[in-house]
């Protein structure tokens, strides 16, 4: 094999004079072909054709004291030194051009000449193999006497490398551990998602979108990945956490981008709002499909140009915000169904990550009481643990079909929370594992049902006392009626939809007037089922 | 690659690890296996060294040796271990080798010297590099001392040096030309127990393009310590491609003439480099004994290859051990060292011609 050194000429490094002198001076490129445990068959100096005078003088010393070394010039132009594009651009183009002959040749490429912004390129263009093979740097001896100096070759392949290797895996398996939470989770999928998630974290700003059933974690990963990102210097601001479905009407907008004072009636004082908040940090935005579409419109806007238009404001602000959104509905049906931007969906769905229910990942569930135990021991500051009796009672109806787990991790540890309180010494007992899974029953039952109770929805709006007097069908009526009025963006929206049929035989519409009439019944308005609604959430 | 799986069985194998462990036992080795026409293979070259085996320069002494007697080589590469040298016949001719600073033009000459004296027409060395390193003998010692002994023992060859060439920028440039012994008397017998009076004696500071007060106090020191007159102080300010400076102290013993040298450095001073020539020279007069040093190490190989003899020199070094060494494992003849008092030994080759 010969060894083939790649340098750009240093024109202050090697140029030392045309008198004697020089040979007192260390000289990079020379000392190159000065050692004596190392020989360079051929090296190729590049160079601006100006400095063609040193390129010959370096060359003729070179020949003198390494005839072994035939030296082959390369004429490169470098209009500015240090403009990064160029000097990177000019490299690539001799790397490309140049014939390596891996098979009977193996490079060496010189970092230590040329200005650092040459020597970061030819380290890139290294480390993206289009100059094959190693670094060599060089450098003086401490005393002058031993001209050559030192060099050290350098192996880019940082898989060569057993320490760094070892503390990169570590790192890696810090960073998809700590999105996990610390917990040992077993569901490979699960895991493998984890993974993608760290690299996507670390590597890109791009938005992220997580999908799962409530409780699946979505707020908790968020914030982890914020941390994550932190942790790594990827972000300086704040974590800005909303959930979309408690921003209605104009709240939503003033809430979300800001207001100015007087842009509505109680704009008594300007609002920075969520998105200026997160300038230089995350924004959560949980159930993303919750948004109006208005506040869609603007959101696409703020992350594609970093600007928009506070409420009331007639100046655009900017904020760099990085952006997660969360959602457990379908947005691809949303957005077919016009209640969600497809433009603003593409714009999201860079990378999506479904997070499993804990029903689908429930071999994670027992390092999760663990993790939950261990959290629960550190709020209460006493030690929680099952008695094997109990562990293995919890366990076995945990995986039984009955457990639906409906709300997920917010289940268990609620579940844990519960039965940590009621441990005395600490200690679970199996009739402690008893009266919780009888809780967890009928919770999951009474949850199941109560959810489809037309009661459950109309009773915070017109009380206890008033659903007690009406009929069963009355009340599905109303429920149906709050339900739409909460889903609409406005009073006509909320007509339309519930007067489609009769609305289109009828000469002149007045929907919201209908809608207006129909909630006046009940001694309800619009505008307070939405207030109720940001109230309680 | 490190090591050669080569299989191939040689007549000879040596340690390279073995006495002083590194260039020395390789070139004798090659110098010997070219002379008996003996193959040899040199294990763990440089072994326990910081950089493990072969270095530019041996690989420019391995290179100039297969190309005389077009040696079958393997393992010739840099950082090799092992080295596998199968001589061809010794062709005499003319042969330019150029070697560059980290190598040295003595040691290539060294290295091929013997087996061109054993040859069977005229040799033409034109040599290029370093002639007065400081990392070897230089041209110098080489004219002075070795090569007079040679021609005391039946030997001619005749030198002309061009161009000085210093560390590091080389640039250097001498001629040899080497005559065929007569195979029929051969090299003679080494007889150098004894030394004469010193006859004469020189001090030479040599320079090129470093100012000239460099060799002025050189010599005025060595006037000074040793009490020479001014008539045998040379100064010699020479063309040469770079920067350099020795000092050079040469006493005539009558039957001898022995050399002394110190190359200057940067952070040395002038005096400091006279001076270190000054306590070789001394201790060598102190001794009493004919042969110096460097002399010792180049003189076995002529009695090994010739009619044996023996000399005195002083406490010898681990090079003269380690020539010994390979010496014993490559040829018949039978070589002693005895210690006749601190200081001063006798070596002794005896035994038939190869």
Redesign the interface.
């Known amino acids: 094999m010969k060894t083939v050194a790649i340098s750009i000429l240093g024109t202050t490094m090697d140029r030392r004079g045309k008198g004697?002198?020089r040979?007192?001076k260390w000289r990079p490129t020379i000392s190159m072909?000065?050692?004596?445990?190392?020989?360079i068959d051929r090296l190729e100096l590049l160079f601006d054709p100006k400095a063609q005078t040193l390129a010959d003088q370096v060359t003729a010393?070179i020949q003198?004291?390494?005839?072994?070394t035939t030296v082959v010039h390369n004429h490169l132009s470098f209009p500015d030194p240090w403009d990064f594009e160029t000097v990177y651009s000019v490299l690539l183009d001799f790397a490309r051009g140049y014939r390596f002959r891996s098979s009977t040749e193996t490079y060496l490429t010189h970092i230590t000449t040329g200005t650092h912004v040459a020597q970061i390129c030819l380290y890139l263009l290294t480390e993206a193999g289009y100059l094959p093979g190693q670094l060599i740097q060089t450098s003086p001896a401490k005393?002058?006497?031993t001209?050559?100096g030192h060099y050290q070759i350098i192996d880019l392949d940082l898989s060569k490398y057993d320490q760094i290797a070892s503390r990169f895996q570590k790192e890696h398996k810090e960073g998809t551990t700590y999105l996990k939470g610390g917990i040992e989770t077993n569901n490979a999928h699960f895991n493998k998602m984890i993974e993608q998630l760290e690299h996507v974290s670390i590597r890109s700003n791009e938005p992220i979108l997580i999908t799962g059933p409530t409780g699946a974690g979505k707020s908790k990963l968020a914030q982890r990945v914020y941390d994550l990102r932190k942790q790594r210097g990827k972000l300086e601001g704040k974590l800005v956490s909303v959930n979309c479905a408690t921003l209605r009407g104009d709240n939503a907008m003033s809430a979300l981008f800001g207001h100015k004072k007087g842009a509505f009636t109680g704009a008594t004082n300007d609002r920075p709002g969520l998105l200026r908040e997160a300038d230089g940090g995350l924004l959560f935005l949980d159930e993303v499909g919750e948004l109006g579409i208005d506040e869609q419109t603007m959101l696409l806007r703020a992350i594609e140009d970093k600007r928009f238009m506070p409420f009331g404001s007639d100046r655009e602000v900017s904020s760099n915000f990085q952006l997660i959104a969360g959602t457990n509905q379908d947005l691809i049906a949303l957005s077919q169904s016009g209640d969600f931007r497809e433009d603003l969906l593409a714009r999201i769905d860079l990378w999506t990550y479904e997070l499993p229910s804990l029903k689908d990942r429930i071999e994670d569930l027992e390092p999760n009481i663990e993790y939950e135990l261990e959290n629960f021991s550190k709020k209460s500051g006493y030690l929680v643990t099952f008695n094997k009796a109990a562990r293995a009672k919890y366990l076995q109806f945990s995986h039984s079909p009955a457990a639906t787990w409906s709300a997920n991790f917010r289940d268990l540890n609620a579940s844990i929370t519960r039965m940590g309180t009621l441990a005395d010494g600490g200690r679970i007992t199996s009739s402690v594992v008893a009266e919780e899974i009888e809780r967890l029953l009928r919770k999951w039952k009474s949850g199941a049902s109560l959810m489809n109770q037309p009661r459950h929805i109309i009773e915070p709006f017109v009380g206890a006392e008033q659903c007690d007097e009406m009929d069963h069908y009355d009340q599905i009526k109303l429920s149906g009626l709050i339900t739409t009025c909460q889903q609409a963006t406005s009073m006509a929206d909320a007509g339309r939809k519930l007067f489609n049929v009769s609305r289109t035989t009828k000469a002149s519409n007045n929907d919201s007037h209908r809608v207006r009439q129909l909630l006046n019944k009940y001694g309800l308005n619009f505008a307070d089922l939405n207030t109720k609604l940001d109230a309680e959430t | 690659m490190n090591t050669v799986e080569s299989g191939i069985s040689t007549d000879v194998v040596i340690d390279g690890a073995q006495g002083e462990g590194g260039g020395q036992v390789f070139r004798t080795s090659l110098s010997l296996a070219m002379c008996l026409g003996k193959s040899v293979r040199i294990e763990n070259i440089r072994a326990g060294r910081a950089?493990p085996g072969l270095?530019?320069?041996h690989?420019t002494c391995l290179r100039a040796a297969q190309t005389i007697c077009n040696a079958k080589v393997i393992g010739d590469d840099?950082?090799s271990t092992e080295v596998v040298f199968v001589p061809g016949t010794v062709k005499a001719g003319e042969y330019h080798f150029?070697?560059?600073?980290?190598g040295s033009t003595t040691l290539v000459f060294q290295t091929v010297l013997l087996p061109l004296l054993l040859a069977d027409e005229v040799s033409e060395l034109y040599l290029?590099?370093g002639t007065h390193n400081g990392m070897s003998p230089s041209y110098d010692f080489i004219v002075e001392c070795f090569l007079p002994v040679l021609q005391s023992l039946g030997c001619r060859v005749e030198t002309s040096l061009e161009q000085v060439g210093f560390y590091?920028?080389?640039?250097g440039a001498w001629r040899a030309r080497i005559y065929p012994m007569n195979a029929a008397s051969g090299i003679d017998k080494v007889d150098l127990v004894t030394r004469g009076g010193q006859q004469a004696e020189l001090a030479m500071a040599m320079s090129s393009?470093i100012p000239e007060h460099v060799t002025q106090r050189e010599l005025t020191h060595i006037q000074q310590r040793c009490r020479w007159s001014e008539s045998v102080l040379r100064q010699r300010l020479v063309k040469s491609?770079?920067?350099g400076n020795i000092v050079s102290l040469q006493v005539n013993m009558g039957n001898i003439t022995e050399v002394f040298e110190c190359v200057g450095?940067?952070?040395?001073s002038a005096e400091k480099v006279a001076s270190r020539a000054i306590t070789q020279m001394n201790r060598y007069l102190r001794a009493g004994v004919p042969v110096g040093e460097y002399l010792a190490d180049q003189l076995l190989l002529p009695m090994v290859l010739g009619s044996g003899g023996k000399f005195r020199t002083l406490n010898p070094s681990m090079h003269l051990l380690t020539n010994i060494d390979v010496i014993r494992m490559m040829s018949r003849k039978s070589i002693t060292a005895e210690k006749i008092e601190e200081d001063c030994w006798e070596i002794s080759v005896t035994g038939n011609s190869e």
Do not use: F, M, T, Y
């Not at chain 1, 072909?33 to 020989?39: A, E, K």
């Not at chain 1, 003198?64 to 072994?68: C, Q």
């Open positions: 004697d002198k040979w007192d072909c000065q050692h004596d445990d190392l020989l010393d003198r004291i390494s005839p072994e005393r002058e006497s001209v050559a | 950089k270095l530019r320069q690989l840099l950082g150029q070697i560059g600073s980290a290029e590099g590091p920028a080389g640039g393009k491609s770079g920067p450095e940067r952070n040395l």
